[in-house]
């Protein structure tokens, strides 16, 4: 019987149907303790990581009888893609399963941050009722999105904005010309985005192209008070910018889903503190329910027809 191992949090359900098929070991806490991965890997046919299992040269070079990798996510960058190419490891990513919760995570950070709505509680329950400081938030009607990657998610991120009849523009190098049920979005240079939009929102795989696109000198032609939203991978924008740009209020607000350093320690989290009109979420733009059910449903069965059961 085929083995699978599971390091990373997956719906039950179907980590019960995978039992059902495979000698199955599920532990959701494993990805911390790479030495014990490396002690199980050689027995292991196919293996179920999300972002936070560090799928590198040891544990690839150790996987002797891995055939599978089912990524419960799309980003690969924590996997040595090349080698398991090279080992004729096959990779199998979730691809569209969380496209509507990433897209309704961004949707509710533009609501939160253009009203200003997030940050009043404190002072409301303590009696200040901070009315007058809160009075100038915006409306996203006929506010611009520049969306940067218009793959699944950042469609569907358009799909739902035409419905506040925002205006809105996109950057992908891939893509020249748009279908016509997605006519009303309008390709652009990265600088036009940058230079355009009231909100920024990033969709892009990181990549030598992608790390550090979003610096010091693309946050400077970005408009007054705009909103820059992350939700691809830490590496693609410069923190250290986006806090100087956000004290200085060059940057309006600011949503950030992922880190270069994940999980963050307290000591990294430091450099986050106090920073004004900021929304810091653990990675989970694409968690729900829902989403959770749908990615493992997918790797689930992905993985049971692999190996033909």
Known sequence: MKKILITE?????????????????????????QTKIIKIIPDIGGLIVRNNTLVNEAIINA??????????????????????????????????????????????????????IFFSTDDVISGLWPRNKLMNGNELYNQTLGIIGLGNIGRSVA?????????????????????????????KSLEDVLTKSDIVTLHVPLSLETENLINENKINIMKPGSILINTSRGEILDE?????????????????????????????GKKFLHV???????????LTNQSNKRVSSLIANSVIEFFNL
């Open 9 to 33: 949090i997956m719906d039950i359900a179907e980590v019960e149907k995978l039992q059902s098929k495979f000698e199955t070991i599920y532990d959701e806490e494993l990805f911390k303790d």
């Open 63 to 116: 996987a002797i009888n891995l055939k599978v990798i089912g990524r419960l996510g799309v980003g690969l960058n924590n996997i040595n893609v090349d080698l398991c190419k090279n080992k004729n490891i096959k990779i199998i990513p979730a691809i569209g399963a969380n496209t509507i919760s990433v897209a309704e995570y961004v949707v509710s950070s533009m609501l939160v941050l253009s009203k200003k």
């Open 159 to 187: 799909e739902k904005a035409k419905s506040f009849n925002m205006n809105i523009i996109s950057h992908d190098p891939y893509i020249k010309t748009v279908d016509a049920q997605f006519s009303y979005i309008q390709m």
């Open 240 to 268: 250290n910018a986006v806090i100087k740009n956000l004290k200085s209020g060059k940057l309006g607000g600011a949503a950030l889903d992922v880190f270069r350093k994940e999980p963050m320690t307290k000591m990294d």
């Open 276 to 286: 004004p009109n900021l929304l810091c979420t653990p990675h989970i733009s694409g």
